[in-house]
């Protein structure tokens, strides 16, 4: 019986094999996740709103189609991953800029309802091996886990590289590095379902970081090619390698693979131990970083001034500027100030928000408002200039 169950087990099973094609794609859609959201709410101008609605319909529909199919087919198992980094990524941002929570606040949330993911996952299967993925409740817990990481991901990411003011090319060489140890401590004796997920958490802010980097501006620091670019490139990406495992199949499992869901007591002692002191060591890592980082803020804060009274005075002109380019229809210098001001205000985000988080977290909404109106594909003057009037108003009243 048990026999006969793991062999169906292996021709069912609904996820691919991890082979380096399973890590390359996944820091792909994560890139286009990121890129692609970023094109629907700012260059369509869509908003933050508009675009989560319309991402969970598609993600719930090419869910459905994942959860109908018998077996593991490329096109719909990576576009379903596609759209699941993007909603994924879109519930922390609508808790952030939409609802105000706290970073910190959506990081620890996340991190529960992920850990009690997994509890109840193994409490359930006996095991978290995603080459075990052949029944429905198994497929639930494994993609309810998937929606978790990224929009843990999401949150952490966010929090270090923009929060804290590490920036996004720093925070991906830090996941990169941390990666690299992953992977040395697995080639040495770490459990590989335990490795395998925390490099599935890390390649979120990895790919956000990359994504970011190659279409932001120059003046922002990135290679300037946009998230219009930078998603195509990718999406093609993509493509090549979902046709090329479609036609290989060599990310298909071809040798029977018996899943152990009676470990030893060792074995689960062993692998029980190596998971809270990988815990353990994430934590005094990040908690550390963390309140280093703070301080650090703090002190400059300090130094500078305890409130945003005087401090806004870039910002002001540049929307100003920005007006004046809308009134004369020069949408041109319109998209160039929108640049400038996004450069300036993600650059001094960390500063700013340690001062006054409630303020910042206002005016960041108007200013997102203002982009996504100024790099819309048609701009249009009335909603550019009810932008920028908006986020003035928020901009002069903090700035007195």
């Not at 319909?57 to 459905?64: C, K, N, S, V």
Request: charged share 15%; proline share 2%.
């Amino acid at each position: 019986m048990q026999e006969n169950q793991n062999k169906l087990g292996i021709s069912l099973n609904k996820v691919p094999e991890v082979t380096i094609f399973f890590w390359i794609i996944k820091v792909l859609c994560t890139t286009v996740g990121e890129t692609f959201a970023d094109f629907l709410n700012f260059n369509l101008g869509f908003g933050l709103t508009l675009t989560t609605v319309i991402m969970g319909i598609a993600f719930f529909i090419l869910l459905y189609l994942q959860f109908k199919a018998t077996k593991y087919v490329p096109g719909i198992y990576w576009t379903t991953v596609v759209l699941i980094s993007v909603f994924g990524t879109l519930v922390t941002d609508n808790l952030t800029d939409a609802m105000g929570v706290p970073l910190e606040v959506s990081t620890i949330v996340f991190s529960v309802l992920l850990g009690l993911t997994f509890l109840f996952w193994y409490l359930s299967e006996k095991t978290l091996s995603i080459h075990s993925i052949y029944t429905r409740r198994r497929e639930v817990f494994y993609w309810l886990t998937i929606l978790f990481t990224f929009a843990l991901g999401t949150a952490v990411g966010d929090l270090y590289s923009e929060q804290l003011g590490f920036g996004y090319l720093k925070t991906g060489v830090t996941v990169i590095i941390i990666i690299g140890c992953i992977f040395l401590a697995y080639k040495s004796k770490l459990n590989g379902i335990l490795a395998f997920w925390i490099a599935y958490i890390l390649t979120r802010p990895l790919g956000a970081s990359l994504g970011d980097y190659l279409s932001q501006t120059k003046v922002n620091g990135g290679l300037g090619l946009g998230t219009t670019v930078t998603s195509v490139i990718f999406l093609i990406g993509i493509l090549a390698i979902i046709v090329f495992l479609a036609i290989t199949k060599i990310d298909i499992t071809s040798k029977s693979e018996m899943v152990d869901t009676n470990p030893t007591r060792a074995s689960k002692r062993n692998v029980l131990t190596q998971t809270i002191v990988v815990l353990c060591i994430f934590l005094v890592l990040s908690i550390g970083g963390y309140i280093w980082r703070s301080n650090d803020l703090a002190s400059q804060s300090t130094a500078s001034q305890a409130s945003l009274s005087g401090q806004l005075k870039d910002f002001i002109k540049i929307e100003n500027d920005m007006l004046k380019d809308v009134n004369s229809k020069n949408f041109t210098a319109t998209k160039k100030g929108a640049d400038d001001l996004e450069h300036q205000w993600d650059s001094s985000e960390a500063k700013l928000r340690k001062i006054d988080g409630s303020k910042w977290t206002k005016i960041d909404g108007t200013i997102d408002v203002v982009l996504a109106a100024a790099r819309s594909s048609n701009p249009d003057v009335n909603k550019c200039k009810s932008a920028l009037n908006n986020s003035l108003t928020a901009l002069n009243a903090a700035n007195k």
